[in-house]
């Protein structure tokens, strides 16, 4: 089920924001003592052009705009990910309402990349999405020149369902592959194997 516009509001994406431990992470709502860090790794072209809503140059005032927007909860919800033995911030997680419907995105802050925290993150967010809404499709997008989320979304089980454009504040009108995962295969995944 693709949600319409007109949908968005549906209780059936409503979830709360509880928090969720893997086994590296401790995945729970940002707050502000998360600031300091969450500008030192937002700050970075590199991250900002594969993303739609992170502007760049990227400082405090931006930050404080997006923990704001992140406690309100208007467009879903969102994680800081922080490492399960230090607490150490190293970047964010969530599921976003969109036109299409409920929508999973991560951004991992450069000096952790290639160590599988955003897969970590999204198998969890996955999981959640599933057991906490009425959902039937869960959407994920990925700029075509973002090899490293295209293999998150593949380990999580996403199918490709073909390409569009976002616009991103930082690239401007990019292409982007789009994927989905609906609730049967991600039953069948989750009774198959830990993936």
Known sequence: MVAEAEDIDDESYAIDCPVLATERLVMRAPRE???????ALADNRHVAEMLARMPHPYGEAEARTFLAMALSRRAGIVYALTLAGTGTFVGCAGLNTTDRGLELGYWI?????KRGYATEAAHALVDLAF???SIQVLHASTRVINPASRRVIHKCGFQYA?????????AGQVPVERYRLDRKTWTSLRNWVHF
Do not use: A, C, H, R
């Open 131 to 133: 057991q906490k809404t």
């Open 33 to 39: 003592s998360d600031l300091e860090q969450l500008v």
């Open 109 to 113: 802050g450069e000096p952790y990349w």
């Open 162 to 170: 073909g390409q569009g454009m976002l616009n991103s504040i930082v």
